[in-house]
């Protein structure tokens, strides 16, 4: 093997960045447009945004369409460029009250206030393939609807407050710091405080997240929780405005919020349920209740199984880490896997040695095949 | 966390519009003023060395931390990186917050400068922190490393740098972090020392091969990254400053120089590097040096053959130049110990 | 920072480099920007860390740029000590058993740090330090020999710079300090 310079490496990189490109726009097809992929695929986007903990739609489009799809390199673009930018301003905390709502339910209960309202859902329709869909020129099935000016939207009642106007809920724990924590300035360290927990949900794979809240659902667990809402909306952005220092909305974000009951009493004199929270960015149901569940899982403090235990939980959700390692081992790893042919070599040597009867521990002699392992 | 989750999406909105505006929506050119921006910036709109100063502040207290006890894994919140978590987040994070306009920077991976990994490493730190680059690990100052230390000793000029995928020792024996953490803070070593006399009993040997448990300065159990046994005892007094950095576990510590590294071992099974037995550089010759072996079709039968080369790429095209160059040739001492094939390294250098 | 006359990216660069040093290497002088206690604190302190300092100018740069998260000595993360007088360096931070590196960070600015006969000796060994190492430092005995008591409880304990002018040396925690 001759010595190899430098440059050859970097320019074998450039290649492959290239290749990896030529695969995106090799077919006949027209080039994506990012308001495409942010108004048709908005799904996927809300996924990048919400494993990012960056909410930008449509950089969010822009990161979908150069990673060709694939959820957790978009996610990762835009964390990366999320930590480039300066933050010089903190929002005023939001009442999810405000939530401008387009979707609320409340399987708890049969009717709430203000409303089971479906919203826009395939939760009850049946997956067929729509073939429709291939001719490329659909149109709004809306367009025609009949729709009252109903003036403001009412302030839809968050169910959860029904049940602790009857003291039946556990009221979220008081923390001693005015601010919250945030995990992406200061690492988690166990027992992670709540705020810290949520954060790193929030910011959580949504595989990863269904796949564990499952996990307790299925039995590995003890919460079933009956959701008190999930809702989908819109909510106020707001800073402090630097001159005039009144509270000032800014923009608004698509998020999709769940409060779960979970049937566990919190204390046994004066039992109240207990509760988990999800909020992510975007339109995320499953990523939303999952949080739910492992929110309430790791509030029981048990760890008798995986998602009640608050370290296994925040060591396997995070997109970026699980990715990063799982994808690190296509790295060389020739030197430590040399170490390793070492130690195998040299027991089994021991040990064919010891099958022989002879005392010589120091022999470099390859064993032969007829050594007995014990397998 | 309502607040949280929207403190996220400020920074899509621009300062300008929202100041003009008397503080209503985000008008929709400041989105595409941000991805003009993406386009023709790029690596211009960016510090001195990639990171932003707050982000160099805190990496930085963590390392003089991480110097003032060593061997004790310091948290830090490590920052999302153009590469991968797994890809050396924490070593780029660390070179990044060290180096300087007037450094030479070195970058291997598992031995080789020419590696696909280290390459892009060594752009991201010459585009944006301006430095000059070398292969040679006698003319660099810093050196940022993935699982291998040089074969040519280290001066207490240069400054290593290890990726640290698993910052734990005792990660082998129990997965829970917190109880770890415990473990180190009472020096209760015990659950590691009773694994390592189990795989004694098991295989007659200690059967670890990489990231072997250490004792840094008699006090903490320190994990000293996949570099292999061989490497090991260079840490031990050593004359260069030794920092050990993870992005994904968001873990940085180190080894000050002169401070004592003691592999664990028993009595009657003392610690030992990795052997290759009649064995030399297919190209250079040394029989003192890390060798991995290659495999490679033969030409006549059809067969397969190994051979082996040296590890340390940049090294063995020193000694392939001059045969039988020493590890220390740069230097002007003696009772050099730099692991096998250095004048005082002892028993730890068994080549047989 | 430039307020201060100190660079926020190359002069902080070059006394974190002095720092490193002189932790790496207790009890050695590296050479920083003056004043090089303003340069360390300007390379150490923003919002993330609780700071005690008297020194007003560095007070109002920091607080300009909401880099100042002011506490007493007692439970600051970086002790700023203009005078040794102003502070009980019993009192500072040391840590936990499970999180020493909780332990504070005390600047000391100083006359002189070096070889001046007439000042303080100590002697240094352990990590970092082949053999011994001497230095001199402008602070009574009384002040190293309390140091010396807060440090003896490794890993816990407080680390420590010596700041003159435009040089630096440092004692961290498990360095074994003897005033000479």
Known sequence: MGY???????????????LFEKQRVDGDS??????????QLGRLTAQAMSESGLYAPRLAGLAVKQAQGDTIEAAFLLRAYRSTLERYDETVTVDPGEMIASRRVSPAFKDVPGGQILGATKDYTQRLLDFALEGGETSDPTAEWDVDDAGE?????????????????????KTDSEEPTDTTRKSVTHPPARDAVLQELARGETGAITALGYSALRGYGQVHPTLAEVRVGRLPVRITHPYTEEPVTVTHTEVTESEAVVPVYEKRDDPQFAFGYGLTFGRNERKAIGMTVLDASIQLDSEAEPA???????????GMDSFG???????PHYVTFQSILDRIRSIRERQGVSAEGAADTGSTHQPAAEVSDDD | MTERGSNEGADDSDPQAAETDGGTHVTSDSVDAALDDIETTGVAGYNYAYLDEHTKREVRRAMLKAVAIPGHQVPYASRPMPLARGWGTGGIQASLSLLDPTDTFKVIDQGADESVNAANIRRLAADTADVETTTDTTAADVIQSRHRLPEEVLTDEQRLVLQVPITDALRKVDPSDTANRRRHAHQNYGKMWVHLYENVVEYGEINIASRYPTMVAGRYLMDPSPIPRWDVPKLDDADHLTILAAGREARIYAVPPH???EPLAFEDRAFTVERFPDQACHACGSTDTYLVEVSEETTDEGGFETRYACNDSSFCAKRRETPALSKDHHLDQSGVDWGPGTPDAGDGGETK | MRALGIDPVHDTRQTFDGLLSAMSRPGSVHAVPAPADHAIIATLVDH??????????????????GRLNPATPADADVVHVLDHTDIDIRDCKRGSLVEPSDGATVVYRVDRVGTEQTDTTIRLSGPGVDGARSVSVSLPEAELSALTAVQSDYPRGVDAVF??????????????MEVV
């Open chain 3, 48 to 65: 993330e860390v609780t700071a005690a300092t008297n020194d007003e100018t560095l007070r109002t740069v920091l607080s300009e740029q």
């Open chain 3, 163 to 176: 700041a003159a002018d435009d040089r630096l040396a440092a004692v961290p925690r498990s360095a074994t």
């Open chain 1, 30 to 39: 027209a080039e994506l447009g990012i308001d495409q992929v942010d108004e």
């Open chain 1, 153 to 173: 939207p009412d302030r839809l009642t968050n169910v959860t407050e029904l049940l602790r106007e009857e003291d039946l809920l556990h009221e979220p724990d």
């Open chain 1, 308 to 318: 009640e235990n608050a370290e296994f939980v925040l060591d396997t959700i995070d």
């Open chain 1, 4 to 18: 190899v310079a430098v440059t050859a490496g970097e320019e074998v990189i450039t290649r492959a960045e290239q």
């Open chain 1, 325 to 331: 390692f799982i994808e690190h081992l296509k790295l």
């Open chain 2, 259 to 261: 401070t004592s590294v």
